[in-house]
């Protein structure tokens, strides 16, 4: 079974543009969630979906949306980029029961650096 | 919200000798306490996890134990090898609050030949 892919593997942007990731979870999972990692904050949870509907969200600016599609295919968008933002994206999946967790597995990120 | 406090940041062992990491959480409803290991280019992988009706797990040489009295959590690491070395990372969620972890800040274990 192939795992969670991530595109792209790496991204460069300037300051106020905008940019789009793309998760693909393994297949039959239906909960997508993304987190931030930079070296000064960690691992950070920035939103997760469920059925096409976001479930929970971290506290991150309104620059920071996302979305999942009918195949749980989903993608997170961040505009006006900001220097800040220049972090590894990583998307996790899990092959969720209503209201029980489980076991969440990541992909290899997208590192996005703001210039 | 939770808190989830890691230590230490850094840990060097010999080959063969054990490594324990140590989390603290702040959220007595926190009930999921996963492990990670994450190698350099690459996304965390789950290693272990524990549910709170549970006190110890052990798989092969790896396990971990949970005191919800004390809120804390540890990862052993028997017999390491050169490939245990990689950045481990505890985390804590409620299971009822969907897939939303919070991480501590991670050790970089090293495992000397």
Request: charged share 20%.
């Amino acid at each position: 079974k192939a795992g969670v892919t991530q595109t792209p593997r790496y991204l460069i942007k300037t300051r106020g543009q905008q940019v789009t990731l793309s998760c693909s979870p393994i297949s039959g999972h239906r909960s997508v969630s993304w987190y931030q990692q930079t070296p000064g904050q960690g691992l950070q949870f920035l939103f997760e979906y469920f059925s096409e509907t976001q479930r929970n969200k971290g506290n991150f600016p309104g620059r920071f949306s996302g979305r999942q599609f009918s195949n749980s295919r989903s993608e997170m968008n961040v505009s006006t980029l900001e220097l800040g933002d220049s972090a590894l994206y990583l998307c996790a999946s899990s092959y969720e029961k209503p209201a029980h967790n489980e076991k969440l597995f990541f992909g290899s990120g997208t590192q996005l650096s703001v210039l | 919200g939770e808190n989830v406090e890691q230590h230490p940041s850094t840990l060097s062992v010999q080959e063969g000798d054990s490594a324990v990491i140590k989390c603290t959480y702040s959220d007595s409803a926190s009930n999921y306490f996963p492990w990670y290991k994450q190698e350099l280019g690459k996304g965390p992988q789950l290693i272990i996890d524990i549910r709170s009706n549970v006190g110890e797990k052990k798989d092969q040489r790896i396990a971990v134990t949970l005191n919800k009295t004390a809120k804390h959590f540890s990862l052993h690491i028997t017999e390491t090898q050169p490939e245990d070395s990689a950045v481990y990372f505890c985390a804590a969620s409620v299971m009822t609050s969907g897939s939303r972890l919070t991480f501590g800040e991670g050790t970089q274990l090293t495992v000397n030949p």
